[in-house]
């Protein structure tokens, strides 16, 4: 569904009101990943500010957002004891540091 509120917009594959365990957004906070407390795809919001990104801009940074905030959902599952199963990779509080700088190299 695509909602419109003004300058922003929420593209939402769940209920944006619920409430989201992890989110991961661009420095400027134009572009902005949420995922369920279950680690599925919640929603983006985008500013006005991304219609000056080409389409493959905004989808590669929605995609390593999304990357992020992923890799933020794995560090509080272990965080709380439910940590991966065997064969998961284990992502560390370092990766996460690192892939968050390089994104903020790169955002909008």
């Known amino acids: 569904m695509l909602y419109g509120t003004g300058a922003l917009m929420i593209v939402s594959g769940a209920d ?3 409430g989201h365990a992890v989110e991961a ?3 400027s906070g ?3 990943v949420a ?7 919640a929603g983006v919001r985008l500013t006005p ?3 000056a990104l080409s389409a493959a ?5 929605i995609v390593q957002l999304n990357t992020l905030a992923y890799m933020r959902f ?11 199963t065997v064969g998961q990779r284990v992502v560390s509080p370092a ?4 892939f968050t700088a390089l994104l903020d190299a790169r955002s909008t």
Do not use: F, H, N, Y
């Not at 794995?74 to 991966?84: E, F, I, S, Y």
């Open 35 to 41: 995922l369920t407390s279950e680690g599925a795809w």
């Open 57 to 61: 801009e905004l989808a590669g940074q």
């Open 16 to 18: 944006c009101a619920t």
């Open 25 to 27: 957004a661009s420095r």
């Open 30 to 32: 134009a572009i902005r």
């Open 49 to 51: 500010a991304v219609m």
């Open 95 to 98: 990766e996460v540091d690192r």
């Open 74 to 84: 794995q560090l509080k599952q272990q965080a709380a004891g439910d940590g991966p």
